[in-house]
Nanobody
Framework: QVQLVESGGGLVQAGGSLRLSCAAS????????MGWFRQAPGKERELVAT???????YYVDSVKGRFTISRDNAKNTVYLQMNSLKPEDTAVYYC????????????WGQGTQVTVSS
């Protein structure tokens, strides 16, 4: 079993930056495919970025060039560096993980609120 705990959310002005962290328990972190999701009020949860065990990344178009996902397997942690934040980035951000070969994310954090003021 893997437990995920996010941190780093908060209130920031438009144009500012935040770095989210997601600390994982368990010895299998390095083999997990990790992702960051977000859910804004009244909207469906959406995938923001993913990173494979080998470091291959993916970003949704709306955050390309502004957000960077990374991982430190020695620290069992995945990060989301968010720059040039916009009010539309306001949401609860969740990290999630899935084992190789699994199509659905099995492990979820509790979420951290990000609020971007205009």
């Amino acid at each position: 079993q893997v437990q995920l705990v996010e941190s780093g959310g908060g209130l920031v002005q438009a144009g500012g930056s935040l770095r989210l962290s997601c600390a994982a328990s368990g010895r299998t972190f390095s083999s997990l495919y990790m992702g960051w999701f977000r859910q804004a009020p009244g909207k469906e949860r959406e995938l923001v970025a993913t990173i494979s065990s080998g470091g291959t990344t993916y970003y949704v178009d709306s955050v390309k060039g502004r957000f960077t996902i990374s991982r430190d397997n020695a620290k069992n942690t995945v990060y989301l560096q968010m720059n040039s934040l916009k009010p539309e980035d306001t949401a609860v951000y969740y990290c999630a993980g899935r084992a190789l070969g699994r199509s659905r994310y099995e492990y979820w954090g509790q979420g951290t609120q990000v609020t971007v003021s205009s």
